[in-house]
């Protein structure tokens, strides 16, 4: 996966590039950091779970799961709420919720999972 998070003092900024860019029709995504309600590293499989309908993106089940989608009742989010999601094979992706419905929750697969949840856990 060639996504990048970017950490700083106003904003998390998401950069995909290559195939992954492809995948989620999005290269850049900004989210201001004072609407960064949580960040937590969970399993893949629990994150695929929060999601409810593809808007736009691709999914491939076992392989990419990437684009904008709807999000599932148990994720305990408004109604109308949607995702940014960027994962493939790994076993813990790295989920953002905001403040924000649009996107609520923000799904990304990054090398250094612990370290980004930390920062925003202190």
């Known amino acids: 996966m060639a996504v990048t998070t970017e950490l700083t003092p106003v904003s998390v900024i998401i950069t995909l590039t ?3 860019s492809m995948w989620a029709l999005k ?7 004072q609407h960064v309600v949580s960040a937590q590293v969970i399993g893949r499989k629990a994150a695929i ?3 409810r ?4 993106g691709s999914y491939l089940p ?6 904008t989608f709807s999000v599932s009742k148990k994720a305990g989010l408004p109604s109308g709420s949607r ?5 493939s094979r790994a076993k813990q992706v790295l989920v953002f919720t905001t403040s924000h419905t649009r996107p609520a929750l ?9 370290a980004i949840a930390a920062e925003f856990r202190a």
Not at 53 to 56: A, C, E, G, Q, T
Not at 62 to 67: P, Q, Y
Not at 83 to 87: E, G, H, N, R, V
Not at 106 to 114: F, G, M, N, P, S
């Open 27 to 33: 290269r850049r995504l900004v989210i201001n950091r």
């Open 18 to 20: 290559g195939m992954d």
């Open 83 to 87: 995702a940014f999601c960027s994962m």
């Open 53 to 56: 309908f593809r808007l736009w």
């Open 106 to 114: 923000v799904i990304v697969q990054v090398a250094e999972l612990e």
């Open 62 to 67: 076992g392989l990419v799961c990437a684009g």
């Open 49 to 51: 779970q929060l999601l």
